[in-house]
């Protein structure tokens, strides 16, 4: 099935935490059916850290959302 949504597009959140709120597409994942969109779906991951003496620390982070749960705005 085509994708109807490209990047650069804004879409509509309709299910989900998220639902509601708009953003920009980022990043289309055409054979998962998948869009990563800018702000929506964030989660939070923590990070190692990499030097001595660093700290470690908490990244959030945007997963994708599957199609058929945004529409173009």
Do not use: C, W, Y
């Not at 920009?24 to 989660?43: D, Q, S, T």
């Amino acid at each position: 099935m085509k994708m109807s949504i490209k990047k650069g597009d804004t879409v509509l959140i309709l299910k989900g935490k998220d639902r509601t709120k708009s953003g920009k597409v980022i990043r289309v994942f055409p054979k998962e059916n998948k869009v990563l969109v800018e702000g929506i779906n964030m989660v939070k991951r923590h990070k190692r850290a990499t030097k001595q003496g660093e700290k470690g620390q908490m990244v959030s982070i945007a997963r994708p959302i599957d199609r058929s749960n945004v529409m173009v705005k």
